[in-house]
């Protein structure tokens, strides 16, 4: 195995484009020995830092996510840190304030929130709302000239995303969404081999991503509150992993509804969705989720080899193999990682490597997505 020294090179990021857009996608260097990895690096905007300064985070919802993963991360972060909270929820705001030492002047609720435009402490702004909710407080947060980070999906239509993206233009703030996995090294790896070819043309691509949902009552089975199932909360990742395997967006989608075997829980949203993503020179990702039913994987198979990561979706415990042998890297604090590197391409008006307008291409994905599963499996190109 090569010394971890030798692999910490970041290579400079193939780019591909959707529009007008560029997408800078950051890669690892290239390990060619039998074991893969150990990197320790830094993301490649965190690297480019010239200024000290950590700059203050305010989450909005205190629900899961912030609870137990981004907070803590807060904890372990250099670039940035819990500067204040937004909740609709009295007891939360004092069990945050006596847990992270928050000043009541950082402590907002819905009705209040805009005046955090006022306040110097709050640099950004994380929302970590339902889905539905992304887009009226994306908006409020750039009106208060705020940088924006975004949970996934960033909207639950193409017409709200792009007026997030708007009003983060006029307001001149950056906007980023939460994708954790493009600072993680085993996705970063993935990136690598197939953008870079290292094993020749990527043939195809599967990915699985599901979990067992409990019971009714989530907001996440809530057309209204989600926008839809699994696929915006746990086939996005899919999505988002067969476009940065390749680098490239699909040209054309075809899905179809799974059956429905808890029809007390799937009232309004899909239970389980499979899709075939095509890109260009005939490469296909085929992909599933579902709330009913437990996989977690990412595979890809070249001309001249493999991988696999598995699990690879989750926040900790991701393995991985290639045909090369098993891949070695270290299981990170992703959250840190990633708002890490959002805070300093917020800090040094660098571009994010997970711009808004990535997420917009992804809420243009699912919908069509859903379009073709809609209409009986239509293939949908994708404009
Ligand atoms: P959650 O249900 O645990 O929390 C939602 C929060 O929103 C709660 O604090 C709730 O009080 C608040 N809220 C305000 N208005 C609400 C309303 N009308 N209905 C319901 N809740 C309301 O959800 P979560 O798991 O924390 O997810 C929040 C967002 O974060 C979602 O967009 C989700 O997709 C995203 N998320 C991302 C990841 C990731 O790995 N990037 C992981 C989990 C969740």
Known sequence: MQPDNQRRTFLKGLTFTIGSTVFGVPLLSFCSSETEGNTTQESQ??????????????????????????????????????????????????????????????????????????????????????????????IRAAKAKKHVICEKPMATSVEDAQRMLEACRQNNVQLAIGYRLHFDPFHQRVMELGQKQLFGKVQSIRAHNSFVMGGPGSWRVDRERSGGGPLMD??????????????????????????????????????????????????????????ADQEDFLEGKADKGWWRLGPSFGYEGKEGETSQGKMNYPNIFEQARQMDGQAASFRNN??????????????????????????????????
Not at 50 to 77: C, D, F, M, W
Not at 245 to 263: C, D, I, N, R, Y
Not at 264 to 272: A, C, L, Y
């Open 350 to 383: 660098t571009p994010s490597i997970v711009p808004g307008e990535m997420g917009l291409r992804d809420v243009k994905i699912l919908m069509a997505i859903y379009d073709s599963a809609r209409s009986g499996g239509k293939r949908i190109s994708i404009s």
């Open 45 to 138: 905007t965190g690297a480019a830092n010239n200024q000290n300064r950590k700059l203050g985070i305010a989450l909005v919802g205190l629900g899961g996510y912030s609870t137990h993963q981004l907070a803590p991360a807060l904890q372990e972060t250099k670039n940035c840190y819990l500067a204040g909270i937004v909740t609709g929820t009295p007891s939360k705001a004092e069990t945050w304030k006596a847990k992270y030492n928050i000043p009541d002047k950082n402590i907002y609720n819905y009705q209040n929130f805009d005046q955090i435009a006022d306040n110097k402490d709050i640099d950004i702004i994380y929302v970590v709302l339902p889905n539905a909710m992304h887009a009226e407080y994306t």
């Open 234 to 291: 746990m086939g996005i990742y899919c999505v988002q992993a067969a476009c940065y395997t390749l680098g490239k967006t699909p040209v054309a989608v075809t899905a179809k509804f799974g059956e429905v075997t808890k029809p007390d829980i799937f009232k309004e949203v899909e239970q389980s969705i499979s899709w075939r993503m095509e890109f260009e020179n005939g490469v296909v990702a085929e992909c599933n989720s579902s709330y």
